[in-house]
């Protein structure tokens, strides 16, 4: 059963505690190492050029998110990248308002064209964007996605030979072969930025633990969605929201997990 | 009535969901963010002068805050403002720590140069150098203006052909011909970093329902002010404060916004 | 007695108020404004070449971070440095990571080389490591350091004519000839991303208010600690015991510094 894959993976990262390289966007940055902390993970933040190699060699797994992306940091994450390939760490990419602007959309296609990417996560709007399907994405939010989503991550996950993860009410995470879904979260995660950034940071934590990227990924959106119906019990708002959601994820435990996962393979 | 107008104008925002794209500095861009969802508008926050033109293209308002500018950003914050000023898309600027060091005095002069700003809003200090008046700054902190501040407001906005926001314990709004005072807020907003920032972006998002700059931004003072009014009920601390100053902004209705407002207009 | 003494440089620091300009990363930028306010400082973050001149010349103490260092930022810190050594405004240098990577050990000593550093601040695995001692970091997290700490510290602080401070679950801090030894803290402050850089923040403002070094930083650890043993008392995670380490450290009177105190000079 997946819910007890989950909670094993959960448990391991936990005794593991894995470091997370992270190349991110200055808005959520203080949200991710945060999340890391309360998965269980190790963060770093770290985007010189001149330590790329070094600071990527001691990851679990390396965090790409173009957030607030500029030519300097590009070039970091393609660095980074190339050495985390070398040495068989997992990629993890998160296109921020990828399709918003032809720039997003460009340097996504740079990274998944010049790295060997692990995952791809991002919402609706922006997976569908990359998929060539008819999504709109204003900004960095995203306006949902035209066709079946299932149907759209499993075939450009095949296509790209990578692992696709789809952020919705249902988030769908396909290798292409495997399908995941999972129903775990709650709609005032919308109401905080940085969710889906954090989010990307969890999917790291657990790719450093597992190589069946579908899965880890799956476990990832379970463990962020579960401290998440767990925050939204006492939330007045969607700040003291925030304050629950990093306490409930701190103190989640496998046995939450396996009990609280609503996730299906199909 | 003003109050019944700002009530209005916050009922159109929640209905329309403005984007408000800034260029911020990375001290208070996440709690700008978030300001900017909980008021009930989108974010957008992106720098890179590769996509300012596709980005502002999207905007309902453009904030350009220069608490950590530099010069990259600086070149951004002008592409990005002429764009705006192309398609009409209201342009605020928040001259942080103007006065404090000739750089940043002089990058607020260029940027009132060379774009058509709609609201320059600043603390005491930072409108008082900025005008000319005899006003002290010293890093980010404004130690008040001398003379009176409804004339300095209401001049410097007629000589720049702007309207100017001048935030001290009573709020200063005018474009040179209509003058408001709103005197909601806490002291505690004092002690939270970032209040500043968020005002303007709250600015942003009520200037990009109506093309009534002063009453636009009078409206956004005093939705700030009253989230920080309801906030001080609960608070045991700057932190928890703001915490709550979050949640008041998120769960307050234009009702709210009717009842509790202090505007005049002078 | 140094609990009354650290209790004296408090009040006094509650009185001036003084600046504390930073240069840090964008990682936990902001916990450090907010740590500053609460503490009783004024913060400043500023990191443009064009103003460190200026900006540094009207601070009380300059804190160098090199969390999320890059070239530009580097010759910032220098810049800034050279200045404050001009003006004899006292440097703090938090080592971020040293040792994690050859970019930071060696951007950390041309620090040292470079400029008269009042206090070098980090943890046990850095301080081990640029004191050149059997220690070991791995990101930014530190795996402790193997010796006697004390000895280490007053050895390294004596060699390089500053003052070291080693924080740890029994903080170190020596200028050579007085060392401290800090036991106040918690657990829980390892588990909320920035409480190290914090803690620098509240060093410089200290250092901002006595030119002992040794006792201000001391009794900045101090402050700093009982603030996150006051926190872990209601907190139910790490992100409400952020919260409340803000609210104590606001709420905390020069009488409370005074009986918690537990320091002893050794």
Redesign the interface.
Known sequence: MTSLEASRLFEELRNRRP?V?HIT???????C??IA??TGA???????I??MD??VS??GALVLNI??????LVKSMLAAGRRANELGIPVIVDPV?AG?????TETVNQLLNDLDVAVLKGNAGEIGIMAGSDAKV????SHGVKGDPVEICSEYAERLGLTVVMTAPEDIISDGKDTYVVSNGHPMME????TGCMASTVVGAFNAISKDRALASASALVAMGLAGEKAALEA?????F???????M??MTPADVASGAKVRKI
């Open positions: 470091l390289h966007n200055y808005v959520t940055v203080n949200d190492a945060n902390i309360c190790a963060p770093v933040m770290a985007d010189a001149e330590e070094d600071m001691i990851a957030g607030t992306l500029n030519d300097r308002g918003a602007t032809p720039y997003r204003v900004g960095v939010d109401l905080v930025s940085g007045k708002g969607p700040m003291s925030r304050t629950k959601l990093f306490d409930s701190y103190n």
